[in-house]
RNA sequence: GUGGGUGUAGCUCAAUUGGUUAGAGUGCCGGGUUGUGGCCCCGGAGGUUGAGGGUUCAAUUCCCUUCACUCACCCCA
């Protein structure tokens, strides 16, 4: 038979990683609950309309990277490229608005994204993502870039750095873009084709280009800090001094445009000191209007994304960290002593002692080896003498000492807790 | 979507100008110890050399096609 493997740009995260991956949401949903934040649990699969109107017409992600498909109803679906708007289609559908004014919601799960795979960059991938709705004071702002932070400690960042921006609101951001607009329009022959065409469809992209020209080009162009209004500038004020009371340390980068239209105000990347500046592993930022353009009332809100892979990838723990081992390995040595270590075995089990067994009949020898391969901090040796002498041998695998122990649950959890705590038993 | 690289044992890799039974390390299984793991020693299993076609007396090796993986570009939610 042929066999079959996962499709293109799918992987497969296996136990020994798994470890690690459970640890990085175990710390995101102790940090995120602390917040305030619940968890929600939204489909993979939308409209495509959604994040069209979600996301933006003419960003790259909806041009040419989602991971759509029409379906037997003849209905235009989409994988989910991200989170933020299936989020705030339950939001809207369900009218959580209604039972209260603030939503603090966040949901881990693969997203996914019609590329060509690449380095630590596959088709189906996963984010950690929050949201707070309902809520435009800016000190909230600060409070999600401080939950950021201390997750991002919590699971072993050395030095996360977050660099901040301000885009502006529908009051102030016409004036910076046409602006921008003015600016490049003179300068088409320097820019890249990609450039030339952003100046109708998304001006501000064009800080993004990482071309020479279309850097240079811009180089001199007018400055967001500029035109942003009286709000805005005290609420970016705001964040910034919220900022500083917890010592977040954060720099701010008025180039810092994001790839997304939805944006508004506050804007923020988190970068490390392992991989440069260029590779961020959280985008976040407010959305004040995008509720309401999905069909909502006008309720504000802020977020982030966290990639998963690319926070794994940085950790200074690695997966080999994180591996579970059971405690105990129960080897039998004979028919009578495989009955008595199955039920020893799945007793121990049902008192939430990790415990493996060997079902084969193989040589102690082997059943030793596998012991030690698991990692087992513990081993029950079970033979003809142990059952005559209603006595099993307890050894110790890391210090390779043993002592005797009664052939019940009792005796043999005692045992451990009592090595555990260094104890040296009497018997 | 564009360009490069690579496909040989579960994994990491060898194999002379094309040459006869495709090797090593590691992992797995077993033995060296009548019932004791790690270190060491010995043995064993495990391959359609990605697939298909071509050239040749002979192809892992050369050519073509295809698939997969991979790196980079593009882009990055």
């Given at each position: ?25 175990e ?23 959604l ?5 933006g ?11 759509t498909?029409?379906d ?8 989910r ?8 289609r339950?939001?809207?559908e ?6 209260d ?13 019609r ?49 901040i ?21 003179g ?24 071309i ?11 400055r967001?800090?500029?035109?942003l ?5 005290v609420?970016?004020?705001t964040?910034?001094e919220?900022l500083?009371l ?39 930022g ?62 121990l ?12 009949g193989?040589?102690?020898?082997s ?12 081993a ?20 390779s ?8 649950l ?10 555990q ?7």
């Open positions: 038979m042929e066999t079959i493997s996962a499709i293109r740009g799918f992987k497969d995260i296996l136990p020994a990683e798994a470890g690690q991956w459970l640890f990085v949401e710390q995101a949903r102790r940090v995120f609950h602390a917040f305030g934040f619940r968890d929600i649990r939204i489909p993979i699969l939308e409209k495509t309309e994040f069209a109107r979600g996301i017409e003419s960003t790259d992600i909806v041009e040419k990277e989602m991971y498909f029409t037997r109803g003849d209905e235009s679906l989409t994988l490229p991200e989170a933020t708007a299936s989020i705030l339950a939001y809207i369900h009218a959580l608005y209604a039972t004014p603030v939503a603090r919601l966040y949901t881990i799960g693969p997203m996914f994204r590329e060509r795979p690449q380095k630590g960059r596959y088709r189906q991938f996963y984010q950690i993502d929050a949201e707070i709705l309902g809520l435009d004071d800016p000190r909230v702002d600060a409070e999600l870039i401080l939950m950021l932070t201390h997750f991002l400690k919590a699971v072993g960042l050395t030095n996360p750095h977050v660099e921006n301000s885009l502006g609101c529908p009051v102030c951001r016409p004036g910076f873009r046409s602006a921008v607009v003015a600016h490049l329009q300068r088409e022959e320097e820019l890249c084709g990609d450039c030339r065409r952003r100046i109708d469809t998304n001006p501000l992209r064009v800080f993004d280009c990482k020479e020209s279309c850097r240079a080009a811009v180089e001199h162009a007018p967001l800090a500029d035109f209004c009286d709000a805005c500038r609420h970016f004020g964040v910034q919220s500083g917890f010592c977040v340390p954060f720099s701010i980068n008025d180039r810092m445009v994001r790839g997304l239209d939805y944006y508004t105000r506050t804007t923020f990347e988190v970068t490390t000191d392992v991989l440069g500046a260029q590779n961020a592993v959280v985008g976040g407010r959305y004040d209007g995008l509720v309401q353009q999905l069909g909502g009332p006008d309720i504000p809100g802020i977020g982030f994304a966290i990639g998963f892979e690319r926070l794994v990838s940085l950790m200074p723990r690695v997966a080999e960290d994180f591996r579970r081992t059971p405690a105990l390995f129960i080897a039998a040595l004979g028919a009578e002593a495989q009955k008595i270590a199955f039920e020893l075995a799945n007793r089990r049902l008192n939430n002692v990790e415990v493996e067994m060997d079902y084969a193989k040589s102690l020898k059943q030793m080896k596998r012991a030690d391969k698991l990692g087992c901090r513990y029950l040796i079970i033979g003809d003498r142990e059952i005559a002498e209603k006595s099993g041998v307890f050894r110790d695998l890391r210090n000492t043993q002592t005797p122990v009664g052939l019940d009792a005796s043999i959890t005692g045992k451990m807790e009592a090595l705590r260094g104890v040296e038993d009497l018997v």
